[in-house]
């Protein structure tokens, strides 16, 4: 019998980066451009974008079954968005002591049960950046304490109507929207108690 290929594994040559300059640097980013040979062979120009922090989503389940979204103006792309708490811890910092601060500050809200999910890559394409996302459970209310640049709208909406509008692409953030389909998973597999998995999944609207 022929064995089947892995397809997990890498195929083909990698990329190989012949020399690099930095073109621009900031507190949170740095760019570089690269003079790189391709898988095929071919010389090529790559510029990279380099993050300095750690991404961080948190997705804050209440024990109803509704979740805390965030809405803010964000200003790449000019639009006003709704997302999970997130935010960027420096590399060298606990990655769940980031979550639980971004938590906090953006919502007020303080988690006492906490679970990494989920590992990411950001448009890998043209970045290097990297990211975990986080369940919180357990929640109770506090004082938020937002950066001083940002305006934050906070909503607790169901579950089963945030996964919606992500779906049909009302909510588009990647990271809200990977983070929600993954708590559907949880929800479905078993991996989140039957109480809460039976709220989150209640059709939006039903008591």
């Known amino acids: 019998m022929t064995q089947k290929p892995d397809w997990t594994a890498p195929a083909g040559e990698p990329w190989v980066s012949r020399s690099e300059q930095v073109v621009y640097e900031n507190p949170w980013i740095t760019v570089r451009e690269h003079q790189a040979t391709a898988p095929t062979g071919r010389p090529a120009l790559y510029g990279v974008v380099s993050f300095k922090n750690l991404a961080l989503a948190v997705l804050p389940l209440h024990e109803d079954g509704t979740v805390t979204l965030v809405g803010q103006h964000r200003f790449p792309l000019r639009d006003y968005v709704w997302e999970i ?37 950001l448009s890998n394409s043209i970045t290097d950046e990297r990211g975990l996302g986080f369940v919180a459970t357990g929640l109770t209310e506090g004082e938020a304490a937002p950066d001083e640049t940002e305006v934050l709208q906070v909503a607790r909406v169901p579950f089963r109507e945030a996964l919606g509008l992500a779906v049909r692409g009302e909510i588009t953030d990647a990271l809200t929207v990977a983070m929600l389909l993954r708590a559907y998973h949880m929800a479905q597999e078993g991996e989140l108690s039957a109480a809460l998995s039976n709220a989150m999944l209640r059709p939006a609207g039903h008591p």
């Open 85 to 121: 708490p997130e935010g960027g811890g420096p590399m060298g910092e606990d990655p769940l002591a980031g979550a639980q601060r971004e938590l906090r500050e953006e919502t007020g809200l303080v988690a006492a049960e906490w679970r990494q999910v989920l590992r990411f890559q």
